[in-house]
Each structure stands twice: as C-alpha cells, then as structure tokens.
C-alpha cells in the first residue's frame, strides 16, 4: 500500500485575501436580504396582481398574538400549492393561533397559516378557527386589505352565527371575541367583483 504526501498549499497572496473577503461578504450579504429585494421591482404605476387580507388575533394586552393570510394569486389553486405555509405548532402556553384546516389536502392535509387560491376574482369562502390553549380567552380579531377587496367580502363567525361586513365602522377596532370553546370557526366570504 502506498500512501502519498498531500500536496503542499501555496499561501494566498494578499489580493487573494482581498477578492476572497469581498465574495464572502457579498454572499453573506444576499443571504441576509429579504426574497423580495431580489425581485425587480414594478413601476410606482403597476400593482402587483392579486389580493390579500391578512387577519389577526390578539389578547386586548397584546401579549400574545397569532396571524393568517389568505387572498387570490397567480400561480395558485385551490388545494396545496407552494404559496400555502403550514403553521407552526405552539411550544409554549399561553398560545393563540389562527388557521386554516385542511383535512381535505390528502398527503399536504394540516393547518396552514396561508391560503392562496388562483387569482380568477371568483367569490371563494375560506374556513379558518381561532385556537387558544385554554376556554373563556379574550381575543380581538381584525383584518388588513384593499379596502375593495374588503367592501366585498364577509366575515360569519360559525359560532354564533354572526355575520360581520369588514368595512362597518363598527368593527374598525375589530371583533372582540370570548374563546368559549377554545377553538372557534369562523369563514371569510369573498363575493366575488
């Protein structure tokens, strides 16, 4: 058996130094920016095609804290696509999560924080619950989106019932809701153009 010496390394000479710091520092610098900043961006005139509305679910002291977001996208589809995000299970009490279930979903079935469907302006419903890690919970859910997308769309607390337009001033502090159960179902209702 015959073992052979490793091959001598050639130190660096300073300029290799300097361009190796420089790609190191340019990768690491890609790296720490966000996807989007490596997108062109769309002239101030284009709106990116689409829409979503982000919901959110607080305690009134705003310790703890939960979001969703669901809306119309190309590229997307009604089932599993790449744009649905699977929540992250709690790890600590007190949680407080909202979800979309989706027993439906066969291999890809769980609960997701997104839900994305193909950007087509058809009215859709997403069902989504509320879940805390304890009953009788004081939580207020709210809702960002496009103010037209949101004149057009209802939210029905499955609970009691209630139907809620996202545009009543009424609710421009949200909808306060008391977790008794501690998971409840509500749906989002897009009417469609």
Same mark, same amino acid.
């Given at each position: 058996m %015959?073992?052979?010496s490793?091959? +001598? +390394?050639? /130190?660096?000479?300073?300029?290799a130094?300097?361009?190796?710091?420089? =790609?190191?520092?340019?990768?690491?610098?890609?790296i720490a920016?966000?996807?989007?900043?490596?997108?062109?961006a769309?002239?101030?005139? *284009?709106?990116?095609? &689409?829409?979503?509305?982000?919901?959110?679910?607080?305690?009134?002291?705003?310790?703890?804290?939960?979001?969703?977001?669901?809306? #119309?996208?190309? &590229?997307?589809?009604?089932?599993?696509?790449?744009?649905?995000?699977? %929540?992250?299970?709690?790890?600590?009490?007190?949680?407080l999560?909202?979800?979309f279930?989706?027993?439906?979903? &066969?291999?890809?079935?769980?609960?997701?924080?997104?839900d994305?469907? !193909?950007f $087509?302006?058809?009215?859709? #419903?997403?069902?989504? *619950?509320? +879940?805390?890690d304890?009953a009788?919970?004081?939580?207020?859910?709210?809702? *960002?989106?496009?103010?037209?997308?949101?004149?057009?769309?209802?939210?029905?607390?499955?609970?009691? &019932?209630?139907?809620?337009?996202?545009?009543?001033?009424?609710? !421009?502090?949200?909808? /306060?809701?008391t977790?008794n159960?501690? =998971?409840?179902p509500?749906?989002? $209702?897009?009417?469609g153009p």
């Open positions: %015959t073992f052979r490793p091959p +001598r +390394r050639t /130190p660096l000479t300073r300029s130094k300097t361009r190796l710091a420089c =790609i190191a520092a340019a990768v690491v610098a890609l920016l966000p996807a989007t900043a490596l997108v062109p769309a002239s101030a005139q *284009e709106a990116p095609p &689409g829409w979503r509305v982000t919901l959110r679910v607080e305690t009134p002291a705003k310790a703890v804290k939960a979001r969703a977001t669901l809306g #119309q996208f190309p &590229g997307s589809v009604v089932g599993y696509d790449g744009a649905d995000l699977a %929540t992250m299970a709690p790890f600590a009490a007190p949680w999560t909202l979800v279930p989706h027993a439906d979903w &066969g291999a890809k079935a769980g609960d997701y924080a997104t994305f469907r !193909a $087509d302006n058809a009215p859709g #419903q997403w069902l989504f *619950e509320m +879940r805390a304890r009788g919970a004081t939580v207020v859910l709210r809702w *960002e989106g496009d103010p037209a997308i949101l004149a057009r769309s209802r939210l029905t607390d499955k609970f009691t &019932g209630r139907v809620i337009d996202p545009t009543d001033p009424a609710y !421009a502090n949200g909808y /306060p809701v977790l159960p501690a =998971i409840r509500f749906s989002w $209702d897009y009417l």
